[in-house]
C-alpha cells in the first residue's frame, strides 16, 4: 500500500493542473459511463453520453503523458508549467461543454440550433486554437532538446510530434470534402441542423461501428484524428518497453541501437496514421479496405520489417564490438 501511495503521490506532482484535469476527467468517465448504461437516448447509433465518455478517456490519457512528459528534466521549466495550465484550462473548458450538451441530448459539433449550441461553439472557438496553440509550443520545446538518455529523447520526440500532428489531422474535419450537411435528428427525437459532417461521402446517421461510432460505410475523418492524437501514448509505450528489454538483450543496451528502434516505430506509426488519412478522405470506411489500402498496408509492413531488420543487424554488430572490447580490457591492464 505504501508503494501505491508513494506512486500516487509521484503521479500528482508531475503538473498540478494538468493532474486537476485528469482527476475531472475520470470523474467525468464514470459520469458518462453511467449515462450510457442508464439513460437510452441515442443519436446517430450511439448513446448521447458516448461522446462525452469518449473525450474525457481520451484526456484522462492526454493529460497523465502531457504530465509525465513535462516532469522530465527539461530547460524552461517555469515556461513550459504555465503553457501547460494553459492547456488543462482550454482542455477542460472544451470538454465540459461536449459534457452539457450530451447531458441535454443533443449534438456538440457543428450544432448553433440554440443559445446552449452557440455558447459551445464560440467556447470551441477560442479553446480549441489556445489548446492547438498550446500544445504546438510544449512539443516544440519538448522536440528541440535531448530529454533524458537517447532512446527517451526520441520517444518524447516523437510524443510530442503525434500530438501536434493528432490536432492538426482533426482540423480535416472542418475542411470536410464531401461533407454532409443537414438536419439530424437528436437524442431528444428533436431535427439539429448541423453545418457538417464527420463522414466523407454520406451522411452521418449512417451506420456505424460498435462503441467507436466511426462510419461503417464511408470513410470517416474522425479516425486519423483519432491515430494521430493517440501516437502520444504509443510512442511513450514503445520507449518503455524498449528501456524495459534493455535490460535482458544485450544488443538494445547500446543508447543509439534503443532510439533507432523507437525511430522505426515512430515511421511505422507515421505510415499507419498516413494511411488511415488517405483511406478516409476516399471515401472509404475503415473495416472495408479495397485493394490499394491493402497494398499500402502491404507496403508499410515490408518497409517496416527491413528498417527494423537492419536495425537489430547493427545493434548486434554493436553488442559484439562492444564485448570484444570489455574482453580486451583485462589484457590490456
Known amino acids: 500500500m505504501t508503494t501505491i501511495g508513494n506512486r500516487a503521490r509521484t503521479v500528482l506532482s508531475w503538473h498540478r493542473p494538468l493532474m486537476i484535469q485528469v482527476a475531472l476527467m475520470s470523474g467525468l468517465v464514470l459520469v458518462a459511463l453511467g449515462g450510457v448504461l442508464i439513460d437510452d437516448r441515442v443519436q446517430n447509433g450511439v448513446s448521447v453520453w458516448e461522446k462525452p465518455l469518449k473525450f474525457a478517456v481520451a484526456f484522462v490519457a492526454y493529460g497523465l503523458t502531457l504530465g509525465w512528459m513535462l516532469?522530465?528534466?527539461?530547460?524552461?521549466?517555469?515556461?513550459?508549467?504555465?503553457?501547460?495550465?494553459?492547456?488543462?484550462?482550454?482542455?477542460?473548458?472544451?470538454?465540459?461543454?461536449?459534457?452539457?450538451?450530451?447531458?441535454?441530448?443533443?449534438?456538440?459539433?457543428?450544432?448553433?440550433?440554440?443559445?446552449?449550441?452557440?455558447?459551445?461553439?464560440?467556447?470551441?472557438?477560442?479553446?480549441?486554437?489556445i489548446l492547438m496553440l498550446a500544445n504546438m509550443i510544449l512539443a516544440i520545446t519538448l522536440i528541440v532538446q535531448r530529454v533524458g538518455d537517447k532512446g527517451t529523447a526520441m520517444a518524447v520526440r516523437l510524443a510530442a510530434f503525434y500530438s501536434i500532428a493528432g490536432m492538426f489531422l482533426g482540423l480535416l474535419i472542418s475542411m470536410n470534402p464531401d461533407g454532409q450537411s443537414g438536419d439530424y435528428t437528436d437524442g431528444n427525437g428533436d431535427p439539429v441542423t448541423l453545418a457538417i459532417s464527420h463522414s466523407v461521402g454520406t451522411r452521418d446517421d449512417a451506420p456505424v461501428m460498435p462503441f467507436t461510432g466511426w462510419n461503417a460505410t464511408a470513410g470517416d475523418l474522425r479516425i486519423p484524428h483519432f491515430v494521430g492524437m493517440h501516437g502520444m501514448q504509443v510512442m511513450l509505450l514503445v520507449g518503455l518497453l524498449v528501456a524495459g528489454l534493455a535490460a535482458r538483450v544485450a544488443w538494445l543496451r547500446d543508447e543509439r541501437t534503443r532510439r533507432a528502434v523507437i525511430g522505426v516505430a515512430g515511421l511505422c506509426y507515421g505510415g499507419l496514421t498516413a494511411l488511415v488519412t488517405w483511406q478516409a478522405l476516399r471515401g472509404q470506411s475503415l473495416i472495408h479496405p479495397d485493394a490499394k489500402t491493402w497494398t499500402a498496408l502491404g507496403a508499410i509492413a515490408v518497409v517496416t520489417a527491413a528498417l527494423f531488420a537492419v536495425t537489430v543487424a547493427v545493434g548486434k554488430s554493436r553488442a559484439r564490438a562492444e564485448a570484444r572490447m570489455d574482453a580486451r580490457v583485462p589484457e590490456l591492464v
Open 71 to 129: 516532469s522530465l528534466p527539461h530547460k524552461g521549466r517555469r515556461f513550459t508549467w504555465w503553457v501547460g495550465t494553459v492547456v488543462a484550462l482550454s482542455g477542460t473548458a472544451d470538454v465540459a461543454v461536449i459534457a452539457m450538451q450530451g447531458a441535454r441530448g443533443t449534438f456538440s459539433h457543428f450544432n448553433t440550433a440554440d443559445a446552449y449550441g452557440e455558447l459551445t461553439q464560440n467556447v470551441f472557438s477560442i479553446g480549441v486554437p
